[in-house]
């Protein structure tokens, strides 16, 4: 049974902080192992990533078989259908359109101190992209994450993708190739994560790392940061569905569940002021998990974290979403619009009832790589921005710095930072 | 003596790689110390506060003195002078105009299949920001990390700066007020920052916390780092000089002092094509020295980390500076920005003879908050962006569904996510 909450009631802020801080993953117990595995690849190398290769994805390879070949992904391209490869051409050409958008402009200004400032994007050197192997092997991820990478400018992009016992999956190979991947390695893990890190014989370091992962690669990911720098570390995935008494139950329904079969620690929560919908929505969610491949999945998923929150008044319960901050949004309600203007914090919104958030996921064109966990409060979608830097830049003349000395000098001698003015008084002195 | 590598040596490459490698500080067994403040912060709340505060700071301060009051901070402002407060004042507003031109835009578009897409930018609801106590506590910090949060919209900003034994300063709590703080905590290290992240009794929780801070800070931000957002780590301060036969050595002499007096782990490194400005320049550094009040630093930093790098040709070292991706680089040659297009990795960039890097630090108007330990290959120095997080936005009619409707659910499929695709179906049979 999913949580009910209703706001009326006097123990609905109880439950909805038990809501709130809910743990849906443990992880630091792989803090150590994940630790382990680094020293070791930073020691050994090529050697260490076959040895753990060999005993985590039950697969031996050679250092001149790490890497995934040109023909390899030939061949994985020509086992993809037509419709297949046409359906993620069409996926990436919409995500590369909307992500071409927001690419940063740079700025440089002359003052009227004669000073000239601003500022220089560049895209950075190098970037890691992990892809989880098994069930959670992605084409559509590969999509979300190389494309901005690309956008960006990155001019070297590595993916490392486990293959336990060899298996690939093709179209995350052909979506590689679509997406302008440049080098492929079939590893996976903790050990991954260290050899983009730090590099090894054959694979040459990269500057940042992303993509999502299990335990062991968020733990990774945890450890490198600083030596690179990391996308946000994904937790278990979440929607928030918003709907009035004009929304169809049956389609709440299906997004609920399509949240809910990613995995059996998501959470898909429905609020709303109707008790009538709440309720036809819930027999739908049970009438729909009858027939769904993954009900296991989706039906405990459903069980452990769904939730049903009923609120006297949608614009009102606008703070409960705040504190929320869902990875994903959605507003099935009469004027979706309004509402989303009164919300600060959610990763993405997807506005009406003809926006299924699965559209998002694949071919609507914003990312789908979103902060969980409510780090919506705080952080952004994954963005071109995130495969970029920005470099400030600061000019003075003679007259300028003339002018700006007085000031600079002054918070120098009171921050007791004798040698900061000096730098600047020497200058003066011509 | 700073180390001096010439890279027409055989040995350069190997030199240049310790260089690179050498590790200025070490903080790994703080972290257990830092995890225990945080669990008995969170336990104990104020209680724990004021029992570190009263162990760390010999300050005995009670739930009702944590906060430093309106008039405490109106006696402060009071007790700096009047040139001092225009220096703040002059600094204030040209931070605040070159942080204005980098506010994010919104975007919105309908593209031709009928879908509307874009994104929407939103103040992070409340910032906290750390300020460190004794001589590492500046006025100039508080400017840098405050004003790009109230230029993005924050509207609670809340600031933490440990008083050890009581002692204030005066022209940090100007600042603060200057800036547009809005609560000040005389708390800090690892408890203040539990307390920014979890919330006291007295403290309401933040959901980022930004400011830089000793070993303790800076473990105890990486461990609340998913609860809030933080910014970078930052380490020891480091400035690269770049200078051909035109520049002064006095005055780069002064430019490598004023980054050296930080600190004794931070790093001035001079690159040149000229032998003679390289020795003259070391001549001028101990000449300097002499005189300076913070020669022990000074001294003690650019013996251990200093470094002079005499090159054969500066276009061809721009690999090399892109290896070392300095926090700061001066580029004082006769063309500065040719030089400055070439490079990749910098965080701020100060063109010209005139612009010494002290310039930056106070008044120039780019933040001096800025990646350091070889973190520019992947990250930019604080901006408005920092205090701004991005909502993706995604709206479909029904024709624009039913458009992109086969691609998803064939992506969806291939994936094996019915619940996806049956969330897109579901909507097409009316």
Not at 47 to 54: G, K, P, R, V
Not at 159 to 166: E, F, K, L, S
């Amino acid at each position: 049974m999913p949580i009910r909450l209703d706001d009326r009631d006097a123990r609905f802020a109880e439950g909805f902080a038990a809501l709130l801080s809910a743990k849906r993953e443990v992880s630091e117990e792989v803090d150590r192992v994940a630790a382990d595995i680094i020293a070791e690849v930073r020691a050994r190398g090529d050697a260490a990533l076959i040895a753990y290769t060999s005993r985590f994805d039950a697969l031996d390879l050679a250092p001149r078989t790490l890497r995934v070949s040109e023909a390899e992904i030939d061949a994985a391209v020509a086992a993809c259908s037509p419709e297949l490869l046409e359906a993620l051409e069409t996926a990436r050409a919409r995500i590369e359109t909307y992500h071409r958008r927001q690419k940063p402009e740079d700025s440089w200004v002359k003052d009227e101190a004669g000073v000239e400032s601003g500022w220089r994007w560049s895209a950075i050197e190098a970037v890691g992209l992990y892809v989880p192997g098994g069930t959670a092997s992605y084409p559509s991820s590969v999509l979300m994450n190389a494309i901005p990478a690309k956008v960006a400018g990155v001019p070297r992009i590595v993916m490392v993708a486990p293959t336990p016992r060899g298996e690939t999956n093709p179209l995350v190979l052909a979506a590689a190739r679509l997406a302008g991947v440049d080098e492929v390695y079939r590893i996976g893990g903790a050990q991954a994560v260290a050899a983009l890190a730090y590099g090894t014989e054959t694979i040459a370091p990269v500057a940042k790392i992303v993509g999502p992962g299990n335990a062991y690669v968020a733990a990774a990911k945890r450890r490198v940061f600083g030596q690179v720098g990391i996308d946000m570390i994904a937790g278990p995935s979440e929607v928030l569905v918003i709907a009035d008494r004009t929304a169809n139950p049956d389609w709440i329904a299906a997004d609920l569940l399509a949240q809910a079969e990613h995995d059996v620690s998501a959470q898909s929560i429905l609020m709303t002021d109707d008790a009538a919908l709440a309720a036809e929505v819930e027999k739908a969610v049970a009438a729909q998990l009858a027939t769904l491949p993954r009900a296991g999945i989706a039906g405990k998923s459903w069980q452990d974290f769904g939730a049903i929150l009923l609120v006297a008044d949608l614009e009102a319960a606008v703070p409960l979403v705040d504190r929320l901050a869902p990875e994903h949004l959605e507003i099935i309600t009469e004027h979706p619009e309004r509402l989303a203007g009164l919300i600060r914090n959610a990763g993405a919104i997807f506005l009406g009832g003809h926006t299924p958030e699965a559209i998002g996921d694949y071919v609507g064109g914003p990312n789908h790589v979103l902060p969980t966990a409510r780090s919506a409060r705080f952080s952004s979608g994954l963005g071109v921005g995130d495969f970029m830097k920005r470099t400030s830049l600061l000019k003075c003349g003679p007259e300028g710095l003339r002018r700006l000395a007085p000031a600079a000098t002054q918070l120098a001698e009171a921050e007791g930072l004798q040698a900061h003015g000096r730098s600047v008084t020497i200058r003066l002195n011509l």
